[in-house]
């Protein structure tokens, strides 16, 4: 089969990270578009929030020379750019938890301007503006992905992948992000990866180093949950694993149900939604 990226399955950390942890919920995320709009649906939140405004800014230090990274203060540029997610466009629906987020955001920068770390050295800039190659030219199928930071290693001429963690909890062990995010930056730039790290921006002044992934293995396996991502958009078959729901779908589907509020579209025209209350689920395990 011809190459063509416009008929190929794309996947990635986040759509491969929804379809195991529950089919449904990755179609209504990555797959359903509003008959009325013709848009995807996105269900805002305050960590969701707190998390693109804090990577937002980070993000912006990587094109910056090294010497100058630093000479503005963190805090002040979230202050900045903070009125993109204030209110319900941000997911906060009373004063108070937003000003808790926003503290948190400017405790982690602050954290991070002390601790710089990595961020002081040189940086590595994929030139795509969104990353991908052919995880199966075969099977018509694209990885793709933004790796948070690339730190270049001037010893060994390698880079080093960093993902900056805003969430208080520490990263599944049996996570693919890292593997995924190996594999993009092995096949998108030319500069070998050395090491592997997260860096928990709540709690942490310096990236916690990962096992450097296997290329084979890590292929094998994302591959294989890709395939069965096509399957099931071939088939149309997308199936909760859970009969009343779960988790993960539950909020799509409040969101078909007339029970969200909508907030706006974003500039990816997506139809952006707010939960004002989540309903229960059953507490189940999931395993990625």
């Known amino acids: 089969m011809a190459k063509d990226k416009y008929t190929a399955v794309w996947v990635s950390y986040s759509s ?13 995320k990555n797959v359903y578009r509003s008959p ?3 848009h995807k649906i996105k269900i805002i939140s305050p960590p969701l929030s707190l998390g693109q405004i804090v990577h937002e800014v980070i993000e ?5 020379p090294v010497e100058n990274r630093f000479d503005e203060s963190l805090v002040e540029e979230l202050g900045q750019i903070w009125p993109k997610v204030s209110g319900k466009q941000g997911g906060f629906t009373d004063f108070e938890t937003e000003a808790v987020y926003k503290k948190r ?6 954290r991070l301007m002390n601790n710089p770390g990595p961020l002081k050295n040189k940086a590595v800039k994929i030139k795509m503006s969104l990353p991908y190659y052919w995880l199966s030219e075969k099977d018509n199928i694209i990885l793709c992905g933004k790796i948070d930071w690339l730190e270049y290693l001037a010893e060994s001429d ?13 990263e599944d062990k049996n996570s693919l992000q890292l593997s995924i995010y190996y594999l993009l930056a092995t096949f998108c730039q030319n500069h070998p990866v050395k090491k592997v790290s997260f860096w928990y921006l709540e709690n942490s002044e310096s990236p916690v180093e990962k096992p450097l992934p296997n290329l084979k293995k890590s292929t094998e396996i994302i591959l294989e949950i890709a395939k069965k991502i096509k399957l099931a958009r071939q088939l149309s078959v997308f199936k909760c694993p859970n009969k009343n729901g779960c988790y993960a779908c539950l909020p799509f589907e409040q969101v078909l149900k007339n029970e969200a509020n909508f ?3 974003s500039g990816n025209n997506e139809d952006i939604y707010i939960l004002e209350k989540l309903k229960e689920v059953e ?6």
């Open 16 to 28: 491969i990270s929804d379809f195991l942890k529950c089919p449904r919920a990755y179609y209504l």
């Open 36 to 38: 009325d709009t013709g």
């Open 60 to 64: 912006g230090l990587s094109v910056l």
């Open 105 to 110: 955001g400017q405790e982690m920068l602050r």
């Open 158 to 170: 390698g880079v080093h992948i960093i993902d900056f963690k805003t969430g208080k909890r520490e």
């Open 263 to 265: 907030i706006g579209v």
């Open 283 to 288: 507490e189940q395990s999931v395993i990625l």
